[in-house]
């Protein structure tokens, strides 16, 4: 059974793949809509952001150590959030786009 934020969470995927799929397609999006979706899109990358905001080595307090347990020898891992949203941002259109339409198992 799942739990409320498991479900909202995947809804919510849901609709990003359902939107996905609108701007990847041939069907037409009004300006409105889109511009609507936009804004939503850069709201909560902004959020996020804020969130995970790092320190001169590139780390966030949320993005760290997994199950591994510390040690002296091992740095703490960088954002993961600000390195994806790099990744985004200095890839070719055609490559973002095959990230976003690729599924995962």
């Known amino acids: 059974m799942r739990s409320v934020w498991e479900t909202r969470d995947l809804l919510l995927l849901e609709r990003l793949d359902q939107l996905i799929e609108r701007l990847g397609g041939e069907e037409q999006i009004e300006p409105t ?23 001169k080595w590139g780390q966030c307090q949320f993005c760290g150590w ?8 091992r740095r703490r891992p960088r954002c993961a959030v600000y390195q994806d949203f790099g990744f985004a941002f200095h890839q070719s259109m055609k490559w973002v786009w095959w990230q976003l339409l690729a599924r995962e198992p």
């Open 33 to 55: 809509e889109l511009t609507e979706q936009a804004v939503r899109l850069l709201t909560g990358a902004v959020m996020l952001l804020r969130q995970h905001r790092t320190n």
């Open 66 to 73: 997994t199950r591994w347990a510390w040690c002296f020898w």
